[in-house]
T-cell receptor, first 117, second 118 residues
Framework: NAGVMQNPRHLVRRRGQEARLRCSPM?????VYWYRQLPEEGLKFMVY????????ESGMPKERFSAEFPKEGPSILRIQQVVRGDSAAYFC???????????????FGAGSRLTVL | AQKITQTQPGMFVQEKEAVTLDCTYD???????LFWYKQPSSGEMIFLIY??????QNATEGRYSLNFQKARKSANLVISASQLGDSAMYFC???????????????FGTGTLLAVQP
């Protein structure tokens, strides 16, 4: 009964390179959320996706960042032309169809830690 | 806009003692959910406990209980009989409603670092 799987766990990139972070939700979950945690801070919402559909991207930076959740395969968070300020832990969480009420809990992956040199 | 506030950057507690971690929230939505997550040094986020705004009783899960005071908009986490393994960062979170639909999007507080001393 695998939980939310994120890879890579650690990623090092030089400034200007691209970073791709992958997330496979829990079995039976069709909704994925990406969060970013800067050092010494809490988690900040980035984007919420269903299969083939972005529902809420209000937390995504306007440039260089994109996310997708294709019909087949994992969700991908893509950061183009990375800068030092992108260094953070990126967490993916999944849930079943949200009801907006009740303990419809987000299950988090272990996170991907991006370091930009 | 919804907001979660955790005013304690760090806390110490003796092993086997109880500790309360504070959380206040602000929302104009009559229906909301409050969550606590634990983040140990290994980094993963572990769900601990949930409280719904219409729940009549305070939530409990083993050694964790939530002191929910709706009028004061507070949802403090109480950990009883602290153990060394409880040393971690603790985050309070609120479900953020999506206009026109349901969501499990959460907004998080800044966290409290708990250190359990032997």
């Amino acid at each position: 009964n695998a939980g939310v799987m994120q890879n890579p766990r650690h990623l090092v990139r030089r400034r200007g390179q691209e970073a791709r972070l992958r997330c496979s939700p829990m079995k039976g979950h069709s909704h994925v959320y990406w969060y970013r945690q800067l050092p010494e801070e809490g988690l900040k919402f980035m984007v919420y996706l269903q299969k083939e559909n972005i529902i809420d991207e209000s937390g995504m930076p306007k440039e260089r960042f994109s996310a997708e959740f294709p019909k087949e395969g994992p969700s991908i968070l893509r950061i183009q032309q990375v800068v030092r300020g992108d260094s953070a832990a990126y967490f993916c969480a999944s849930s079943p169809l949200p009801s907006g009420t009740g303990a419809n809990v987000l299950t988090f992956g272990a996170g991907s830690r991006l370091t930009v040199l | 806009a919804q907001k979660i506030t955790q005013t304690q950057p760090g806390m110490f507690v003796q092993e086997k003692e109880a500790v309360t971690l504070d959380c206040t929230y602000d929302t104009s939505d009559p229906s909301y959910g409050l969550f606590w997550y634990k983040q140990p040094s290994s980094g993963e986020m572990i769900f601990l406990i949930y409280q719904g705004s219409y729940d009549q009783q305070n939530a409990t899960e083993g050694r964790y209980s939530l002191n929910f005071q709706k009028a004061r908009k507070s949802a403090n986490l109480v950990i009883s009989a602290s153990q060394l393994g409880d040393s971690a960062m603790y985050f309070c979170a609120m479900r953020d409603p999506l206009e026109g639909g349901a969501t499990n999007k959460l907004i998080f507080g800044t966290g409290t670092l708990l250190a359990v001393q032997p």
